[in-house]
């Protein structure tokens, strides 16, 4: 067993600069909050996409919007378009796999929404799809990212870069920022006084 010890410090040490870049894209992504908590009580609704890990992070993100992160409150309209597995294949085998998001994105996005791509390479075709026809129906775009430059953050409006050559270094900063961006809307539901009660 001793053998593998080797692995798994390095593994530990591969995180230690992007967390530190991290604790420096903090207001950014306390702003994309702010920005998500606005749309989402006025209304709207916030579309994520992501292939593999990342769409596990998609959908992380939008469960903790439409349950809850922290606090009671509202429920959030939030949507992974990677977990709608009849229409996934259906629009993949009809198609085409770069068409599956886009389809669900036309179908379910209005203008003045919000997406967020995620793409440890930041070049899934999918995903940069889906992310241009977001823009083109007024939809603003996040991306989360691996190291870039790439095509999906130049793509989106704005993007949080993670600066790493191992996709789960990449996926595990992804976590971290997801729940960083939940804790600001939370945040800012409370400023604006919609928190029901913490939970403990």
């Known amino acids: 067993m001793s053998r593998f010890l080797p692995a798994g410090r390095r593994h530990l040490a591969q995180l230690t600069r992007p967390l530190a870049a991290l604790e420096d894209d903090a207001p950014r992504l306390d702003a994309?909050?702010?920005?998500?908590?606005?749309?989402?009580?006025?209304?709207?609704r916030l579309l994520a996409a992501g292939n593999g890990g990342s769409a596990a992070?998609?959908?992380h993100l939008t469960s903790e919007l439409v349950g809850r992160y922290r606090d009671d409150r509202m429920p959030l309209s939030a949507i992974p378009l990677c977990a709608e597995g009849p229409a996934f294949t259906a629009i993949g085998n009809d198609y085409g796999f770069e068409e599956v998001f886009v389809r669900q994105l036309r179908a379910h996005a209005r203008p003045g929404d919000v997406f967020v791509g995620l793409s440890t390479s930041g070049a899934s075709a999918n995903v940069l799809a889906a992310a241009g026809a977001a823009a083109e129906m007024g939809v603003e775009t996040f991306a989360l990212t691996g190291a870039g430059p790439n095509p999906l953050a130049s793509s989106c409006d704005e993007a949080l870069i993670v600066d790493s050559a191992h996709t789960a270094t990449v996926q595990e900063i992804h976590l971290i920022a997801v729940h960083l961006l939940c804790a600001a809307v939370d945040l800012r539901l409370e400023a604006?006084?919609?928190r029901e009660g913490a939970v403990s």
């Open 32 to 44: 994309w909050g702010v920005r998500m908590a606005d749309v989402l009580v006025e209304g709207g």
């Open 57 to 59: 992070q998609a959908q």
């Open 192 to 194: 604006l006084g919609l």
